[in-house]
């Protein structure tokens, strides 16, 4: 099964309101990567924590991370429809070749306007 | 402008006909990857590259070929396509020392 694992599959709210997904792994990483991707168009990268952090913001995405729970969390705060999109994060794993990524399966976020 | 290339972006062929899907980088980047997309499936990685004729398997990689000759190009190869390789593909590359990936806009290959 996939290393990333993302919940919700799926999640909607109106503009405004705060979007959160989780991402959880099975095995030590290196660091977790957040990316973003519009309706069948190429991901785009939003953020990246590594494994020594505990969080990291960039304007209004807030990042944890939880290396004992093996797990991270992304925080999309007063939403907007623009935001609307599927959320994937990927991690790269300790013991690996370096170029080596895993991706979860993704979080639909739509945002009502 | 930094960007990431594929070529072609749609294509539909036939089981057995050799297709090679082109992918090309302008940032100097040593790191390329291909994936793959299906529904319910998120992206999957085929192959991935470290840097000029060093390549390694991805989770999926049966049925897929990949050269890199140089460093700004990595052709994604199928010798013969068959129906369950129907998919969105995607080339993405990122630098030494940074795991952000940069991607192309996709291909999507429908194989009949």
């Known amino acids: 099964s996939q290393q990333g694992e993302e919940d919700p599959q799926a999640l909607s709210i109106q503009e405004g309101e705060n979007a959160t997904m989780n991402c959880s792994y099975k095995?030590?990483?290196?660091?977790l990567q957040w990316y973003r991707q519009n309706s069948g168009r190429g991901l785009v990268h939003l953020i990246l924590i590594r494994s020594n952090e505990r969080e990291k913001h960039s304007g209004r995405l807030r990042v944890t991370l939880d290396t004992s729970k093996k797990s991270s969390s992304l925080l999309i705060t007063a939403s907007r429809a623009a935001d609307t999109a599927s959320y994937f994060c990927?991690?790269?794993?300790?013991?690996?070749?370096?170029?080596?990524?895993?991706f979860g399966d993704g979080t639909t976020l739509t945002v009502k306007p | 402008e930094a960007q990431v290339t594929q070529n072609p972006r749609y294509l539909i062929t036939v089981t057995g006909k050799k297709l090679t899907v082109t992918c090309s980088q302008n940032m100097n980047h040593e790191y390329m990857s291909w994936y793959r997309q299906d529904p319910g499936l998120g992206l999957r990685q085929i192959y991935y590259s470290m840097n000029v004729e060093v390549t390694d398997k991805g989770d999926v990689p049966e049925g897929y070929k990949v050269s890199r000759k140089e460093k700004r190009n990595f052709p994604l190869i199928l010798e013969s396509p068959s129906p369950n390789q129907t998919s969105l593909y995607f080339c993405?590359?990122?630098?030494?020392?940074?795991?952000?990936?940069?991607f192309g806009p996709g291909t999507r290959l429908t194989v009949t």
């Open positions: 993405a590359s990122s630098g030494q020392g940074s795991y952000e990936q940069y």
């Open positions: 095995t030590s990483i290196n660091n």
């Open positions: 990927a991690t790269d794993l300790t013991n690996t070749n370096a170029g080596k990524s895993t």
